[in-house]
């Protein structure tokens, strides 16, 4: 296809050559260039390293041409803008979340001055004009990375760019042909297409090249997955991916389609031209789309669930953003000023204006953005059911500051969602409060986060039914060495755990305590009873009848592992061994 549609262009420029009158030679032109277009990324640009996208492309250009005007000289200055179709969500899987993050703004940007020989062939009104060109493109990279987060701790940077500079240079040649069609003697349009291409490794001190190193990955993580930290490392990320990171560096290189008017001075013999008619100035539209997008102020990420408001007079629109951050589109408005505002969580969006002049703008849509500031980080949790992971409707959640004890509810809604907003720097706790239903208490924590570039904190917290003889480990539940008082820790999940028993008052339980195998039989015997007792005596004070409860310690004789004594095991497998739980001896729903 590329062979035909040469020999078509190179037929049809020898056909225009010949077909010229040799006889009168011209003195040489000048002309000056408009153009606007898109810059189409080529080659290893637009694959999987650099993801950029089609963006656009404005530019001038300055030829001199010789006597005859067929052979010239040119300058060529243009500037062009590819965004990176690279936008991927935070990856989560059991104890930890793969989270890209961009520092920069998520595009390439490029301005190029180049400066080579020119061809023009005429004929009538139409010219084609041939012209290769050299220079120099400066070039503004992205930058963004991923890390690996395993228990709230960042261990390994799984990708990222690194390019010596942001801001490189690079030699850079452009070749292409222009179709240009004469309206006057000193106007035309014309449609042009080039190709754009960086060479070199270098230019100067400056490395011209994209850089990009990333770990590849063998295999996905699953949701499920749990990535096992041994001495502050992750021991298992290489199943994942490769133990060496591979180095990546491209050029960029473009196919540009544009089009624009060319100026054309100093033409020595023209023929009298009849004065065209006067054109009919087309109208101006009186009606246009209008979308209003909603995005976080500090990540750049858009916004779901933000009421949106158009005035326009005496009319308002309200609608809801979806989950791309789009209020509904407003169709066939009529022209006008529409004032807008947006708000969430009882903060307000930024404002923003369309004014009448909005209207005269080419397009059928008119597009604005607003952004919203709300310094808190977003809790999105779901309620599933740990036999089978099933979305849970219509659980109440209760959300608690630690540092404050201050609680809020919330119930989850027919997707098994709820949404809390979290202070910066703080710990909170979360369980289900429901009858007939057990929870754990997770640790939700915001210390360590940066809002400028994480939103989101994800959850899933597992709910099982209660029934007679099923048994609940409590987590968190920790007891100083050699002690068996409550600690303020315990106290909170030891609180929720008497919510529970008033929310079902058929129920009674046995609440164990068990140790791993370090010490002595007999000693942990009695130190467990003793804890198993405590937490007993907790409850009875919070209002629990002593009749609904049995404390029994059973010290190291229900281990979980192998770890028994004079068993070498590491921390991690003997803390497995050390826990409360809770066994229901009797329980009928009522």
Same mark, same amino acid.
């Given at each position: 296809?590329?062979k035909?549609w040469?020999?078509?262009?190179?037929?049809?420029?020898?056909?225009?050559?010949?077909?010229?009158?040799?006889?009168?030679?011209?003195?040489g032109?000048?002309?000056?260039?408009?153009?606007?277009?898109?810059?189409?990324?080529?080659?290893?640009y637009?694959?999987?390293l650099?993801?950029?996208?089609?963006?656009?492309?404005?530019?001038?250009?300055?030829?001199?041409?010789?006597?005859?005007?067929?052979?010239?000289?040119?300058?060529?200055?243009?500037?062009?803008?590819?965004?990176?179709?690279y936008?991927?969500?935070?990856?989560?899987?059991?104890?930890?979340?793969?989270?890209?993050?961009?520092?920069?703004?998520?595009?390439?940007?490029?301005?190029?001055?180049?400066?080579?020989?020119?061809?023009k062939?005429?004929?009538?009104?139409?010219?084609?004009?041939?012209?290769?060109?050299?220079?120099?493109?400066?070039?503004e990279?992205?930058?963004?990375y991923?890390?690996?987060?395993?228990?709230?701790?960042?261990?390994?940077?799984?990708?990222? $760019?690194n390019?010596?500079?942001?801001?490189?240079?690079?030699?850079?040649g452009?070749?292409g042909?222009?179709?240009?069609?004469?309206?006057?003697?000193?106007?035309?349009?014309?449609?042009?297409?080039?190709?754009?291409?960086?060479f070199?490794s270098?230019?100067?001190?400056?490395?011209?090249?994209?850089?990009?190193?990333?770990?590849?990955?063998?295999?996905?993580?699953?949701?499920?997955?749990?990535?096992?930290?041994?001495?502050?490392?992750?021991?298992?990320?290489?199943n994942?991916f490769?133990?060496?990171?591979?180095d990546?560096?491209?050029?960029?290189?473009?196919l540009?389609?544009t089009?624009?008017?060319?100026?054309?001075?100093?033409?020595?013999?023209?023929?009298?031209?009849?004065?065209?008619?006067?054109?009919?100035?087309a109208?101006?539209?009186?009606?246009?789309?209008?979308?209003?997008?909603?995005?976080?102020?500090?990540?750049?990420?858009?916004?779901?669930?933000?009421?949106?408001?158009?005035?326009?007079?005496?009319?308002?629109?309200?609608?809801v953003?979806?989950a791309?951050?789009?209020?509904?589109?407003?169709?066939?408005?009529?022209r006008?000023?529409?004032?807008?505002?947006?708000?969430?969580?009882?903060i307000?969006?930024?404002?923003?204006?369309?004014?009448d002049?909005?209207?005269?703008?080419t397009?059928?849509?008119?597009?604005?953005?607003?952004?919203?500031?709300?310094?808190?980080?977003?809790?999105?949790?779901?309620?599933?059911?740990?036999?089978?992971?099933?979305?849970?409707?219509?659980?109440? $959640?209760?959300?608690?500051?630690?540092?404050?004890?201050?609680?809020?509810?919330?119930?989850?809604d027919?997707?098994?969602?709820?949404?809390?907003?979290?202070?910066?720097?703080s710990?909170?706790?979360?369980?289900?409060?429901?009858?007939?239903?057990?929870?754990?208490?997770?640790?939700? $924590?915001t210390?360590?986060?940066?809002?400028?570039?994480?939103?989101?904190?994800?959850?899933?917290?597992?709910?099982d039914?209660?029934?007679?003889?099923?048994t609940?480990?409590?987590?968190?539940?920790?007891?100083?060495?050699?002690?068996s008082?409550?600690?303020?820790?315990?106290a909170?999940?030891?609180?929720?755990?008497?919510?529970?028993?008033?929310?079902?008052?058929?129920?009674?339980?046995?609440?164990?305590?068990?140790?791993?195998?370090?010490?002595?039989?007999?000693?942990?015997?009695?130190?467990?009873?003793?804890?198993?007792?405590?937490?007993?005596?907790?409850?009875?004070?919070?209002?629990?009848?002593?009749?609904?409860?049995?404390?029994?310690?059973?010290?190291e004789?229900r281990?979980?592992?192998?770890?028994?004594?004079?068993?070498?095991?590491?921390?991690?497998?003997?803390?497995?061994?050390?826990?409360?739980?809770?066994?229901?001896?009797?329980?009928?729903?009522?």
């Amino acid at each position: 296809m590329k062979k035909i549609w040469l020999i078509l262009v190179i037929q049809l420029i020898t056909n225009i050559v010949f077909g010229q009158n040799t006889e009168v030679k011209e003195r040489g032109q000048w002309q000056g260039i408009v153009f606007g277009g898109v810059a189409m990324p080529m080659g290893s640009y637009k694959s999987n390293l650099s993801m950029a996208k089609n963006g656009p492309l404005v530019g001038l250009a300055v030829d001199k041409y010789f006597k005859g005007n067929r052979f010239g000289i040119g300058v060529d200055l243009r500037a062009f803008q590819n965004n990176i179709g690279y936008n991927p969500d935070t990856l989560h899987f059991a104890n930890g979340f793969i989270a890209p993050t961009f520092v920069n703004e998520k595009r390439y940007r490029h301005f190029a001055a180049t400066l080579g020989p020119s061809y023009k062939a005429s004929v009538s009104k139409l010219d084609i004009e041939a012209f290769i060109r050299g220079g120099v493109l400066f070039q503004e990279f992205p930058e963004y990375y991923s890390d690996l987060t395993v228990n709230n701790l960042t261990y390994l940077r799984l990708e990222n $760019t690194n390019n010596p500079r942001n801001n490189a240079k690079a030699w850079v040649g452009l070749g292409g042909l222009r179709f240009s069609y004469k309206l006057s003697s000193s106007i035309a349009v014309f449609l042009q297409g080039d190709y754009l291409n960086t060479f070199g490794s270098s230019f100067r001190k400056d490395s011209g090249e994209f850089h990009y190193r990333k770990y590849e990955p063998l295999k996905p993580i699953d949701p499920t997955d749990v990535i096992v930290i041994n001495q502050g490392r992750p021991v298992d990320i290489y199943n994942y991916f490769q133990d060496v990171p591979q180095d990546y560096k491209n050029h960029t290189q473009t196919l540009n389609v544009t089009a624009g008017i060319k100026f054309i001075l100093g033409r020595s013999k023209e023929p009298v031209k009849q004065p065209e008619p006067a054109k009919t100035v087309a109208p101006v539209p009186q009606f246009k789309d209008i979308v209003v997008v909603v995005k976080d102020k500090q990540t750049g990420i858009a916004l779901s669930g933000v009421i949106v408001n158009i005035k326009n007079g005496s009319e308002t629109y309200t609608s809801v953003t979806n989950a791309n951050g789009e209020a509904e589109r407003l169709k066939d408005v009529k022209r006008g000023t529409y004032e807008i505002s947006g708000i969430k969580n009882a903060i307000a969006a930024e404002n923003a204006k369309i004014t009448d002049t909005d209207f005269n703008q080419t397009g059928n849509t008119i597009y604005r953005e607003i952004l919203h500031d709300d310094p808190r980080f977003t809790l999105i949790g779901e309620t599933i059911h740990i036999k089978d992971g099933s979305k849970l409707a219509g659980i109440n $959640t209760v959300l608690t500051k630690t540092e404050v004890n201050t609680n809020m509810n919330q119930t989850s809604d027919a997707e098994g969602k709820f949404i809390y907003q979290l202070e910066q720097q703080s710990d909170y706790t979360i369980v289900a409060n429901q009858s007939g239903r057990f929870s754990q208490t997770e640790s939700v $924590t915001t210390k360590g986060l940066n809002r400028s570039q994480t939103l989101y904190v994800t959850l899933k917290l597992g709910i099982d039914d209660i029934e007679s003889g099923k048994t609940f480990v409590l987590k968190n539940i920790n007891y100083d060495f050699d002690k068996s008082d409550i600690r303020p820790d315990a106290a909170r999940i030891l609180d929720n755990l008497v919510n529970i028993l008033k929310q079902n008052p058929s129920l009674r339980i046995e609440l164990s305590s068990h140790t791993d195998s370090r010490g002595s039989d007999i000693y942990n015997l009695r130190l467990s009873q003793r804890r198993a007792e405590s937490a007993v005596k907790y409850l009875v004070n919070k209002g629990i009848d002593k009749s609904r409860l049995v404390a029994k310690g059973f010290g190291e004789n229900r281990l979980l592992n192998k770890c028994a004594n004079g068993v070498d095991c590491t921390d991690a497998e003997h803390e497995a061994n050390r826990r409360t739980e809770v066994k229901v001896l009797k329980y009928s729903a009522e």
